[in-house]
């Protein structure tokens, strides 16, 4: 009942129009009725008929190359592709009939196209984009209601983006619903928005075929557990383990996992990473092992150079010896407890003096300057961060802090690999957490404020260490209970479902 009284105060709008509250007040009503009826899953038993464009304008998904839609899948910005394939799928909700439609999904693959200029079979994505217009320009149905109960899924910033630049793109697609990463404070170029949730977050057949490789070369070599270095056969077993799936991951138990707190990513002096380095400063001053790796870059450039280790069983090595930063004592830190005072000026200068290593001859650097080189390994297309995925794994705590927007796709890494989120991102809830009312975000997840001062966020993350252990297993079981309903890539995943519903309650 709480949940659908949440459902109800997060949807219900000054903005909403009519029809949508009376549809509103039904999908309520129905909820309650199921509940009153015993019904354990209210919300998977709700339906939303949706019809899906399949005609040769909108088949993205067989034009384009098999291998680079796998690859992009396993990118962050790959919803379109897992939204797209379940549209076309033979999905129980589905209608051949637009007539007894309540949504019209339009499968473009948006975020794919704005990354891959060049198209698909030699069609250039503006060619390919024209053409699904076109056809919708044709559509009886989308003129209808001028694309009103139309959807369109992409979570790509640079969706945005392309609809300011493009006026008369932006033009012809205004009224439809778009499934995007948050609500932007600003208008979008769009009527409305339903937040979905990121997608990737999992290794393709490129990182498996990868690993079976580095197997055979490396099947008796250092990665072997040292319980087991005596014992080679038993190395492949162990090595396995190291690699933990998502679902290994979340059946991992907590008392074996080495790391307490986890962060990797980027790093910089821009204001929106503000949080990101205090955050790691704030990890000095609680005991235990953490993981706060920033991405390095070239320093005359605002987005960071990423480079690969080329040997994965290195990059793994280094991913399993971390050493634990020396605590330092709340009592010992710096007077300063004002949100007025920003801490971090050393942190960027380590990242500053990190990045121009970066940028130097390896064959010259020292040993200790090789070893902060390598600790910024980070592989890119199917080189994914092998380390990254071992260590999320291996941390009892994951913290999605903020960037330049309110929103990363680490929280749903979060939840896909079983570790309990740490949200340091003032006023994600109302325009950045997807399925408010569905997803029971509070009940497995941490939410800390926003300080400029890391003793300050210090004692919030001591908090979070503190609590009891009966409180974190209820957590952990209701994050394993609701994991599915916000993440693409795992067996039976809702999000699909969600979309639709979010869609029809906050939008029409």
């Known amino acids: ?12 709008g000054d903005g909403m ?30 339906t939303v008929p949706f019809y899906t464009y399949d005609e040769p304008a909108f088949q993205w998904l067989t034009s384009c190359s098999q291998s680079q839609l796998e690859a992009w899948s396993s990118f962050k910005h790959g919803d379109d592709y897992f939204f797209a394939k379940a549209a076309l799928s033979n999905h129980p909700w589905r209608t051949r009939n637009p007539e007894e439609a309540e949504l019209f999904v339009v499968p473009i693959l948006l975020a794919f196209g704005l990354r891959h200029r060049q ?35 992409a979570s790509d910033w640079e969706a945005f983006y392309y609809f300011k630049k493009h006026s ?26 339903v937040v979905v949730p990121y997608g990737g977050g999992h290794w393709d057949s490129g990182v498996y075929a990868m690993l079976n490789e580095a197997l055979a070369v490396h099947s008796n070599d250092s990665i072997c557990l040292p319980t087991t270095i005596d014992q080679p056969h038993s190395c492949v077993r162990n090595l396995e383990k190291a690699f933990l799936t ?34 790691c400063l704030a990890l000095l001053y609680i005991p235990g092992h953490h993981i706060c790796v920033a991405s390095i870059g070239k320093t005359s450039t605002p987005r960071f150079h990423r480079v690969c280790s080329t040997d994965i069983f290195a990059s793994v090595q280094h991913a399993r010896h971390v050493p634990a930063p020396t605590p330092v004592l709340i009592a010992d830190a710096r007077p300063d407890t004002t949100d007025d005072y920003d801490d971090t000026a050393g942190l960027l200068q380590l990242v500053n003096d990190q990045q121009h290593i970066m940028t130097r001859d390896v064959d010259k650097l020292t040993s200790d300057e090789l070893g902060i080189y390598h600790s910024q390994a980070w592989c890119q297309g199917k080189r994914l961060g092998y380390d990254y995925f071992y260590q999320l794994a291996h941390s009892q705590f994951c913290l999605m802090i903020r960037g330049d927007t309110l929103t990363s796709n680490r929280l749903y890494d979060c939840l896909n690999y079983g570790v309990l989120p740490v949200i340091l991102s003032d006023g994600i809830e109302p325009l950045g957490l997807p399925f408010l009312g569905i ?10 404020n926003e300080t400029k001062n890391s003793r300050q966020l210090a004692v919030q993350l001591q908090r979070v260490v503190d609590t009891d252990e009966a409180t974190l297993r209820l957590m952990r079981r209701r994050l394993n209970q609701h994991f599915r309903e916000a993440v693409w890539q795992t067996e039976a995943s809702r999000v699909f479902e969600n979309i639709l519903l979010s869609a029809v309650d906050q939008c029409l």
């Open 1 to 12: 009942c709480q949940r659908i009284l949440r459902l109800l105060v997060a949807l219900w």
């Open 439 to 448: 997803v029971p975000w509070h009940e497995f997840s941490f939410f800390l």
């Open 119 to 153: 198209g698909c079979n030699g069609v250039p994505f503006e060619s390919m984009l024209s053409a699904l217009q076109q056809s919708l320009a044709n559509s009886t149905y989308f003129q209808r209601h001028n694309g009103r109960d139309h959807l369109i899924v």
């Open 246 to 279: 998502s679902s290994q991951a979340r059946a991992y138990p907590v008392a074996e996992r080495p790391y307490k707190f986890f962060f990797r990513g980027q790093i910089s002096g821009r204001p929106g990473y503000r949080s990101r380095r205090v955050a």
């Open 168 to 193: 008369a793109r932006a033009s012809f697609f205004q009224n439809v619903i778009f499934g995007h990463m948050e609500k932007y404070k600003k208008p979008p170029a769009w009527r409305c928005t």
């Open 17 to 46: 129009a009519l029809i949508g509250r009376i549809a509103l007040i039904a999908v309520v009503l129905q909820a309650l009725l199921l509940i009153l009826s015993g019904g354990d899953d209210v919300f998977s038993s709700l």
